[in-house]
C-alpha cells in the first residue's frame, strides 16, 4: 500500500464561524461546508476542517528546545511570490513573521490565524507538483 496524498488537515479554532470567516477573507479558502462543530475549506489544493475546540488548543507543538513550532508548510513559487504574500497577508491584517533565511533552499516566513495555529509558507514548490500541475 502506498499512500499517494495528504487529504484534510484539521485545524482545532475556538469559533468555527469566526474562523471559517477568517480563513475565506484573509486566506481566500473556499467555504464547503458549516455547521456549529466544524467548517470544510479548500485551501492549497488540500481540505481544511476548522475543528471546534476547547480554549488554548492549537496545531503548534513545542521542540526539545522550548521553540513552538509549526506543522504545516504552505508552498509558493519563488522568493517573489513569497515576498509578495507576505504583502498581502499584512495588508489583510494577519501576524506574520519576518522572511527567514534557515540554511536550506528557499526562503520562509510564519504566520498565525485567529487561535494562534502557526503556519510556514516556504519558497519552494516541491518538484513533484511542478512537474505534475505547472
Keep these: 500500500m502506498t499512500v499517494l496524498r495528504v487529504g484534510t488537515t484539521y485545524i482545532p479554532v475556538t469559533n ?3 474562523s471559517a470567516d477568517w480563513y475565506v477573507n484573509k486566506l481566500g479558502a473556499v467555504l464547503n461546508y458549516i455547521d456549529a462543530d466544524k ?7 488540500q481540505a481544511f ?3 471546534k475546540s476547547r480554549d488554548g488548543q492549537s496545531a503548534n507543538f513545542i521542540d526539545y528546545e522550548g521553540k513552538e ?3 504545516l508548510t504552505f508552498e509558493v513559487d519563488g522568493l517573489e511570490a513569497l515576498t509578495k504574500y507576505q504583502q498581502d497577508l499584512m495588508k489583510n491584517e ?3 513573521g519576518e522572511i527567514e533565511d534557515r540554511g536550506h533552499a528557499g526562503n ?4 498565525y490565524d485567529i487561535d494562534g495555529n ?3 509558507v516556504w519558497s519552494e514548490l516541491s518538484p513533484t507538483f511542478k512537474e505534475k500541475y505547472l
Design 69 to 71: 513550532r509549526f506543522s
Design 39 to 45: 467548517a470544510i475549506l479548500d485551501l492549497a489544493n
Design 118 to 120: 502557526m503556519f510556514d
Design 94 to 96: 494577519v501576524r506574520v
Design 16 to 18: 468555527v464561524g469566526e
Design 108 to 111: 520562509n516566513f510564519v504566520f
Design 49 to 51: 476542517f476548522l475543528v
